[in-house]
C-alpha cells in the first residue's frame, strides 16, 4: 500500500508541474505576441531590423497565426509542432 500512495503523490506532483509549465508556455507566447505586435507597428510592412543591427529581422505576420495557434492548443492540454521556425 505505501508503494501505491507514492505512484499517486508522485502522478499529482507531475501533474501539478506539468500545468504549471504550461501556464508559463503560454505566457512566454503571450508576451512574445506582444513583442511581435509592438515590432510589426514600428515598420510600415510589418518586419523590422532587430536592434543589434545584425541583419536578422523580427517574425512576420505569418509566424503570428502560428503562435496563435499554438497557444489555443496549449491552452486545450495539447501542443503540437507544426513545422516552421
Not at 500545468?19 to 509592438?38: C, G, P, S, T, W
Not at 515598420?43 to 503562435?67: E, L, T
Given at each position: 500500500?505505501?508503494?501505491?500512495?507514492?505512484?499517486?503523490?508522485?502522478?499529482?506532483?507531475?501533474?501539478?508541474?506539468?500545468?504549471?509549465?504550461?501556464?508559463?508556455?503560454?505566457?512566454?507566447?503571450?508576451?512574445?505576441?506582444?513583442?511581435?505586435?509592438?515590432?510589426?507597428?514600428?515598420?510600415?510592412?510589418g518586419m523590422n531590423d532587430s536592434p543589434n543591427g545584425d541583419?536578422?529581422?523580427?517574425?512576420?505576420?505569418?509566424?503570428?497565426?502560428?503562435?496563435?495557434?499554438?497557444?489555443?492548443?496549449?491552452?486545450q492540454g495539447k501542443v503540437t509542432y507544426t513545422g516552421g521556425?
Amino acid at each position: 500500500m505505501p508503494f501505491l500512495l507514492q505512484v499517486l503523490a508522485y502522478a499529482q506532483q507531475s501533474r501539478e508541474r506539468s500545468n504549471y509549465e504550461q501556464a508559463a508556455l503560454v505566457e512566454r507566447m503571450q508576451e512574445f505576441k506582444r513583442q511581435i505586435d509592438r515590432e510589426s507597428r514600428w515598420s510600415p510592412n510589418g518586419m523590422n531590423d532587430s536592434p543589434n543591427g545584425d541583419g536578422i529581422q523580427a517574425i512576420g505576420r505569418s509566424s503570428h497565426k502560428m503562435i496563435e495557434a499554438a497557444m489555443q492548443s496549449a491552452s486545450q492540454g495539447k501542443v503540437t509542432y507544426t513545422g516552421g521556425i
